[in-house]
């Protein structure tokens, strides 16, 4: 079946380096791949997707990378701030009907 | 501004009652989704619809329904509330099937006793 992970232990940054969360999927190659963040009490919001013939996406702090050969997707928020303190989900589609499937979140920690 | 609502934000209720939560989303988009999210695990999809009066199952369906009348609403019906079903319930939507974000709502809390 197809298996979407995410590290599940948080991860404590210092302010000001780069954050690099990781997603695996396995048993199947989605056609492209998104994140979000998630606040506490809140609904997750959309960043950025990547499709499968993309290497790399970047906006502003942000970088996903997606590496379909590795079967893994890296999510990069370089000069970190506490603000950036959230859970991120990793969501690729599904391989029958393009829903998605979302990873549990890693939960990220900026510390000042 | 477009958004997405839930109603209520939370709610407890016993074991065996009919439950609907509310979703009602001003983007004017065709479709929409109900997830639950539990600790631990990632978001999981119960229904989703493509349009009015189209609706189809989720991995996590048994026990809940839906219906679309208009494009606006997507009322998702617990038939006899269980503790399995204490969760968070998010509802999203968006513009397109395949590439297009989710734009989502705020959530509900449901305790079932």
């Known amino acids: 079946s197809q298996k979407i992970e995410q590290n599940s232990e948080a991860l404590n940054i210092q302010e000001g380096k780069t954050a690099t969360l990781t997603c695996n999927y396995t048993?199947?190659?989605?056609?492209?791949l998104q994140w979000y963040r998630q606040d506490p009490g809140r609904g997750p919001v959309f960043l950025l997707l990547?499709?499968?013939n993309e290497k790399e996406k970047r906006k502003e702090r942000l970088k996903v990378t997606f590496d379909t050969t590795l079967k893994q997707s890296l999510f990069h928020i370089t000069a970190s701030q506490p603000a950036d303190s959230a859970t991120y989900l990793c969501?690729?589609?599904?391989?029958?009907?393009?829903?998605?499937?979302w990873g549990a979140g890693t939960k990220l920690i900026i510390k000042p | 501004d477009a958004e997405i609502t839930q109603s209520p934000r939370h709610k407890i209720t016993e074991t065996g009652r009919q439950v609907t939560l509310a979703c009602h989303q001003t983007?004017?988009?065709?479709?929409m989704f109900w997830y639950r999210q539990d600790l631990g695990h990632g978001l999981r999809l119960i229904h989703y619809?493509?349009?009015?009066?189209?609706?189809n199952k989720g991995e996590v369906s048994d026990g809940y329904s839906v219906s679309r009348s208009n494009t606006e609403d997507l009322p998702l019906t617990l038939e006899s509330a269980a503790s399995s079903q204490t969760s968070v319930y998010f509802c999203?939507?968006?513009?397109?099937?395949?590439?297009?974000?989710?734009?989502f709502g705020p959530g509900t809390r449901l305790t079932v006793l």
């Open positions: 969501a690729p589609n599904r391989d029958s009907n393009y829903q998605l499937i």
């Open positions: 990547i499709r499968e």
């Open positions: 048993n199947y190659s989605p056609a492209y």
């Open positions: 619809s493509y349009g009015v009066h189209d609706t």
């Open positions: 999203a939507s968006s513009r397109g099937q395949t590439y297009n974000e989710q734009f």
């Open positions: 983007w004017n988009h065709n479709n």
